[in-house]
């Protein structure tokens, strides 16, 4: 599914905004250990951001990038804008950039995700955050993760996710380490715990 189909009026499936979170036999590399939020699925697929997957590239380089500033304005960068999360948000069009986003900012171009969080991939997200007029909660992802139509509901089917209610303080947590676990924390489970299950089945 592709990022084009992601629009307001696209019809809404049963895991719009839930959280898939890939199971400890994940065999994968792509996807082992991995955190996703589906921000939309339909017949026609679906797609969704890691987000516990770090990225190297900064908002500076970002910025660089994009010729919205230059090398002395990057040095004078303040410490917000300098450390603004960015993270690998999945193999798919990997030098695209995605802002998730609370819904305090909104452009003609913003889509939404649920009734608290919304998407957009155009400058004008980027400018606002380079000139502090940003969403009080954001975070980049270059990337996405997609599937194609029926694939994911395989995948599940052969119990390669889990999935449950996303939470908003969780896709916007900074803190990528341990958020694995914190998130099969949500199904009041442990990777341990599903490790030895499946080693029963």
């Given amino acids: 599914m592709g990022f084009s189909t992601l629009t307001s009026d696209r019809e809404r499936g049963c895991l719009d905004g839930q959280f898939l979170i890939a ?6 590399t792509n996807f082992a250990r991995s955190v996703i939020y589906i ?9 969704g951001f890691m987000i516990n997957r770090p990225q190297t590239v900064t908002f500076a380089d970002v910025l660089l990038h994009l010729n919205l500033i230059d090398q002395t304005d990057a040095i004078m960068l303040p410490d917000q804008t300098r450390n603004f999360p960015i993270q690998s948000g999945g193999p798919v069009e990997s030098g695209r950039g995605f802002v998730l986003h609370s819904e305090d900012y909104h452009s003609d171009s913003s889509i939404p995700v649920s009734e ?6 155009t400058l004008d997200i980027v400018r606002a955050i380079s000139d502090g007029r940003g969403p009080a909660r954001a975070t980049m992802l270059l ?5 194609g139509p029926g694939q994911l509901e395989r995948e ?9 209610a996303a939470s908003d303080d969780l896709i916007f947590d900074t803190q990528l380490s341990d958020k694995y676990d914190r998130a099969l924390a949500l199904l009041g489970v442990s990777a341990a715990t599903l490790s030895s299950e499946a080693g029963h089945a």
């Fill in 23 to 28: 199971m400890p036999s994940m065999t994968d």
């Fill in 39 to 47: 921000c939309a699925h339909t017949s026609a697929g679906a797609m």
């Fill in 116 to 121: 608290d969080i919304l998407l957009t991939a």
């Fill in 143 to 147: 990337g996405y993760a997609g599937w």
């Fill in 156 to 164: 599940i089917a052969n119990n390669d996710w889990l999935n449950c």
